[in-house]
């Protein structure tokens, strides 16, 4: 008998055909003979409504309240969905987060999950009982009421696979798995049939919004067995673990992050600690750089140029000009109108020449690249935007075709 | 520094408007250096909606996935209330029943507060927050959440006030206190300033809307002052308390129950044990009888009629049908074209012709009087429904005028 952690996502059930259409997926598991845990979310715009309601009392509402009045969506969501399966005849019991035994750090709307105390959610699978579980939700060391923020329900079904040690958590979206490349702008994308956490991180930061990063680090650190499929369509989807095997494919996927902001500080005058400062002054002030570029110009100055998301740019610039004294710079430009296009896989570490093949290709597509960056798994260039959606085109074809 | 609990019912909090309005009613209060506790029901027609998403799933989910769906309810409303004196620049917090310490039974959809451990309460009262709780809802147990049922909310407000010791537990509604009879109805209704339990507890039965009976019977045991006002408008509303001032009024109201049915077992051979038989089988088929009158023909056989609530008739003489063998009767008759009209007041128990004085007003109405019962504080009769309204506001104005 093998442990099953399913989760679904608000759009999963939205109404009560969806809702009947997840209990069905839930009811086929256990019939196999399977213990099943399901993690759901809001049912479709619950929360956008509940945020709603809170703007119109108060704009300024405390965190501490907008989790007490969010968390009430997957209540409804798992009632429902516990109901649907009682219609079907199985033996099913919902569980809020706190009565899961999920217990979580103070930060509201953003708390981390410190612990499950699985006690009870082991008790109703000794029952036999199908366990419907709200995701984002948990409680504090106070017993109030935290939620997990952004892409809490698939942290909270990792988080469960881990504490139950699961043999598989799979993940149910609106697309049947992870793609070479995004499907409705690159003709040839492919369904990967395996992926590493590692590399599923790079491309879940880069813009393919199938898995939450969170979800997967916790997945990496817990060494749990992911699946992302599709909850229309029965048919196998991605399987995320820690080493797959090898194929002929170098590189798992191409994406493509549109939400960047270049930054360049002009004509800093050469003296020690000038990146320092520079850096250190935007850590403090919580803006995560990514890429970083510098060049000597020819009268002893030299340039700083690095890209932030487009949200935090204006603060960027901000803390860069409060540095105006100290560095001695003689001005700061900035550019929206840039994308950054990446391709990842585990299989480039061991291969040499593929950064020389991407580039061929972007040369060969006519594409500028401003700026280079690379990890062991990962080649990134910034171009200019309107070339982006070509861009990735012509580095996924190059590898993956 | 007094300690008062509110109460505001579905409608009170049934959007923006509305909810600011009860935390400015709450916050005034606050502003006077009194403690405050708040009991909200869910907003307006949120229960209708949930119930409506659960039938279409399923029409005979479990009670305990109904409860887990409903408090959802109150769980909007509190943090929403919570939100809106946040604003006006209060302290306040919301708590869930499970919070507040509401251990119930494990009668789903109609459980029965067991105690209410009251240490978070009291902590969040000691820091001059202001509390604002969820009514209708606990947990019981195993952890699970319950709901009270009807008038839930009105339980969860006394039950605070009893736990608390609170000095003053008001009920917020839309009539402005309790009147001598229904005011939409009898010219001359005037709003009784003072009451108590008992006479409370008959008109609450007897249909007056205004509080739920087990609110007013926990009020009693645990000797909590009630107050029924108008969260509209800012006057005093009638208080509900175990001894008031006598007045001149040997009356306290007149109230009207339409939902009568008369049963008659006619034709019944005069044996011992007779009327034994008959409701010891109504009684077993948990059939609450109401008015009963035994009249003995002439031919040595007897006639038993009796009232029940509609809704209990069907199956009153469905369980009448089923004893046809050992009561020997020749038939049964039902009519459901009456109503049961009473005066209810402690003054009447040291006063003699009260009945009479009934009788009489009936009677100069040309009102014909079908059944007549008494209790100690409370004169009931049963007349035909067609003359309901005339017949109470005909013995209202013998005795309030």
Redesign the interface.
């Known amino acids: 008998m093998a442990l099953i952690v399913k989760k679904f996502g608000g759009s999963s059930v939205a109404n009560?055909e969806r809702?009947?259409n997840v209990a069905r997926i839930v009811t086929d598991e256990y019939k196999k003979g399977n213990n099943v845990v399901v993690v759901v979310s809001a049912q479709g715009d619950t929360t956008d409504d509940?945020i709603a309601?809170?703007k119109?009392?108060?704009p300024?509402?405390?965190k501490?309240?907008?989790d007490?009045?969010l968390?009430?969506?997957e209540?409804?969501s798992?009632?429902?969905l516990?109901?649907?399966i009682?219609?079907m005849g199985y033996p099913v019991?919902?569980l809020?987060g706190w009565?899961a035994g999920f217990q979580t750090d103070s930060n509201y709307t953003v708390a981390r999950i410190k612990r499950i105390e699985s006690e009870?959610l082991k008790a109703e699978l000794a029952r036999r009982n199908i366990v419907v579980v709200a995701g984002f939700q948990g409680i504090n060391k106070y017993?109030?009421?935290t939620t997990l923020g952004r892409g809490g329900s698939d942290t909270s079904a990792v988080a469960i696979a881990a504490s139950l040690k699961a043999d598989l958590c799979q993940i149910y979206t609106d697309v049947d798995g992870v793609y070479t490349a995004d499907p409705r702008k690159v003709k040839n994308a492919v369904k990967i049939d395996e992926i590493t956490y590692d590399e599923m991180l790079e491309l879940a930061s880069l813009g393919a919004q199938v898995l939450n990063s969170r979800s997967v680090e916790m997945a990496k650190k817990y060494n749990v067995e992911l699946e992302v499929l599709s909850s229309l369509e029965s048919k196998p989807g991605t399987i995320v673990k820690e080493t797959v095997k090898m194929e002929k494919m170098l590189v798992r996927g191409a994406a493509c992050d549109k939400n960047v902001s270049r930054i360049s500080v002009v004509g800093l005058t050469d003296h020690p600690g000038t990146a320092f400062k520079l850096f250190n002054a935007l850590g403090q002030a919580k803006i995560n750089v990514d890429i970083i570029l510098q060049s000597v110009g020819r009268d002893g100055t030299k340039d700083i140029t690095f890209t932030v998301s487009q949200d935090q740019c204006a603060d960027a610039i901000a803390a860069v000009e409060k540095l105006k004294d100290s560095l001695k710079y003689s001005s700061v430009a900035h550019d929206e109108t840039v994308a950054k296009v990446s391709i990842v896989g585990t299989g480039m570490q061991t291969h040499p020449g593929v950064a020389a093949k991407m580039f061929e290709a972007l040369y060969d597509a006519n594409i500028n690249i401003h700026m280079i960056s690379t990890s062991e798994i990962k080649i990134s260039v910034l171009i200019d935007v309107e070339k982006a959606d070509r861009a990735v085109e012509a580095v996924h074809d190059a590898f993956v075709r």
Chains 1, 2 share one sequence.
């Open positions: 009560a809702v009947n509940l309601k809170a119109e009392i108060n300024t509402a405390s501490r309240e907008m007490m009045l968390s009430a969506g209540q409804i798992i009632s429902l516990a109901m649907a009682e219609r019991v919902s809020l009565q009870r017993d109030d009421v």
